[in-house]
């Protein structure tokens, strides 16, 4: 749609205040439809009558703002009288808040002084066949709202008792409307309530309210209170090793909720910022605390469940749990880091690890097209890829692994949802990212030089260093492989000739194997078997099993590692060490931090260290999906359920299970494309008893012995006795 309206901001800027804007319209006819269309430089609500108009939250959400900004339309036809008043608060949002909080940058400084503005129109449809359009211009008013503040990293001010005395004429003013784009992604709304768990008092006789999960979103609370009474809310993950609030890992953030009472009752929660946390530190409340009255609304970009597991063992369950938890609080419009200190950007290496995990468990195709067409808006001109998207950190250079997700994410939607669209679309941006590494680097056929992430937080790190071990040059030549091969299978996919890529994968795989014939680290040896660039892939894996059997069975990879090693392991014959390594409880390992009590994924392996000391404050997430990537081996493993890459979309699946008696039994579901399929096994005491449903034809492969079979369900059983000599295979009619 073409916005015939103005761009509308208050005459003299606010400072921290957010705007109310607002405007009557008066209506004299019948109204056979009305709609809404609005956006702004910020987060903006909107109420018709002093209803809000839509459960959106956090609109307009984030997208590369400068090229591209989202405007919603709604259906107000039901809401619209004979008098009506529109208003609209705008928040500073991601479009103005201060971020990244770190860091002093031109780009962030810009960013700061673009004014609180909104743009609307209300297209009102009459019983006549009158058209008329109301639209944002200087007939509308502005005043200083109730939200004293608002920003994402700072949180939220609100003075309940607060009148409004003055309206003012808004002012026109020159914005771009070519970066208007209609709502793409999924809708962002409150989806589910958690309630306090616990109301506690610290040893340092602090009052925590303990909601016993950590969630993405805001408090609400209900109070009885005296006008003028004072409410300051305090935002945490974890408690310290003695037993007291701590948010020191926010950093600059100040996660805060400011609020004055009015008279009597009232329940109110934040409307145009978000915090991560578990804890809230209630560190002014004016009257007694019960449980009852606080609940954490949880805030994220609405997304269908696809994936289900379930297994025997609790703790992997709980691993599962914190898994699906940390994805929630980390989709909200943008694939980010993490959800609560002054960062929570959409850091690319971050989205490419999880990516797979991420469109197992959730249906993340509509999420992330939007994502990608941010990261092809925002590429630079020589094709490099910023590590957040949207970027926020234009003036730092790219990294391999990191700039990498413009390949490895379009292709990951393409597999997992089998829609070639998002090839057409990406084509042009995948390859100006392979374009750029060969025209970067400092020597033909490999990534060499350049500013890399390395194998971050790998747990080989020399002293004091966040990178692991392995050679940057290593992993950013592997990765210009890897990336260089999906681009020629895209490439073929969507009829672009790739000839020229052909040759360049032969002379870097033929160059990574000269330069680089041996492996000094697990995620080097991973990376080589993954991407296929070792001569010989299984002798690879032989000496990363016996690399991990040397470290004492332990996980050393870091975010560029992690997402292969189980894969690696049990494609190449080492399924019992892949077990090994998720089964285990101590650190390192991804159980230790439940048997520590998370309830979402940590940043680090040791987030916090066995002795109850945190890993760090200055860089210490206890929510941040990347090494949940781990679920995405139970569903093609552990439960066996795969595709070839000439299927995406899983529109013809193999089965083949891997299982492990210290599971006790496996139960896996995945909703594709192309109907559900699961795969359950179970130690029985006369055998392992496998039930296979699948609404899609499918190889099942159980015992070495491999059966095509239509859609259906199936029951085989692996008995004990008779193992060595068959597998008994049965189909059943009836549900299993
Ligand atoms: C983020 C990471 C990110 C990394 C890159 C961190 O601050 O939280 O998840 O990938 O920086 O260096």
Known sequence: MEFVASWIKPKLEMGDICPIFRRQILIDKRVTKASLYITALGIYEAKLNGERISDYVLAPGWTEYQKRLQYQKYDITDMVMPENELTITVGKGWFRSPMPGWLESDDKKRRQEQPAGIIAEIHLEYEDGINEIIKTDECWEVAASAFQFSEIYDGESYDAGYQIKKWNPAHCFEWSKDILIPQEGEVIRQIGRVFAKEILITPANELVVDFGQEITGYVEFHVDAQAGDKIVIDHGEVLDKYGNFYNANYRSAKARIHYICRQGD???????????????????????????????????????????????????????????????????????????????????????????????????????????????????????????????????????????????????????????????????????????????????FLWIGGEHFGDWLGLDAPSGSYRGSSREDFIASA?????????????????????????????????????FPVYHTQTEHILAAWFGLAEDVQSTVDDLAVMINNDGCQ??????????????????????????????????????????????????????????????????????????????????????????????????????????????????????????????????????????????????????????????????????????????????????
């Open 555 to 736: 996980i050393k990879t870091g975010f560029v590692g992690t997402p292969y090693i189980l894969h690696v392991l049990s494609k190449y014959g080492y399924s019992r060490l892949a077990y090994t390594l998720l089964l285990r409880k101590e650190y390192p390992s991804w159980l230790y931090s439940v048997e520590k009590g998370a309830t979402t994924i940590w940043e680090h392996w040791d987030g916090i260290m066995e002795n109850g000391d945190f890993w760090s404050t200055d860089m210490n997430s206890f929510n941040h999906y990347a090494y949940g990537a781990a679920v995405d081996w139970l569903y093609e493993q552990a439960a066996g359920i795969t595709h070839d890459e000439e299927n995406p979309g899983f529109s013809r699946v193999r089965i083949e299970p891997k299982t492990d008696e210290r599971m006790g039994w496996l139960g896996v579901s995945i909703n594709t494309r192309n109907g559900i399929v699961s795969s359950k096994w179970n130690y029985l005491n006369h055998g392992i008893r496998y039930d296979i449903k699948t609404e899609v034809p499918a190889v099942i492969a159980i015992n070495n012995q491999e059966t095509e079979v239509g859609p259906g369900e199936y029951i085989f059983w692996s008995s004990k006795l008779l193992m060595k000599f068959e597998t008994l295979w049965q189909q059943k009619a009836e549900a299993f």
């Open 479 to 515: 990765f210009y492989a890897y990336s260089t091969s999906i681009l020629i299978k895209a490439g073929k996919i969507v009829g672009e000739n790739v000839d020229g890529y052909i040759k360049l994968y032969e002379n870097i795989v033929d160059t990574f194997r000269k330069t």
């Open 266 to 444: 009232q329940t109110w929660h934040p409307h145009h910022t978000f915090f991560g946390f578990r804890y809230i530190r209630l560190t002014e409340y004016p009257t007694e605390v019960k449980p009852e009255h606080f609940t954490a609304i949880v805030v994220c970009s609405e997304l269908k469940k696809t994936g289900t597991i379930e297994c025997g063992n609790n703790q992997i369950n709980l691993l599962i749990s914190n898994i699906d938890w940390a994805q929630k609080g980390n989709f909200l419009d943008v694939p980010t880091d993490c959800p609560q200190r002054d960062e929570r950007l959409g850091w690319t290496g971050d989205a490419q690890v999880f990516i797979k995990a991420a469109s197992y468990n959730y249906d993340v195709e509509c999420f992330f097209t939007k994502w990608l067409r941010d990261l092809a808006a925002a590429q630079r001109a020589n094709g490099a890829v910023g590590q957040v998207i949207p970027d926020y950190l234009p003036e730092e250079k790219e990294s391999a692994a990191w700039g990498d997700a413009a390949v490895i994410c379009p292709w990951q939607i393409y597999q997992t949802y089998g829609n070639k669209r998002i090839l057409e679309e990406q084509f042009p941006s995948m390859k100006k990212w392979v374009d750029f590494i060969t025209n970067t680097t400092t020597k033909d």
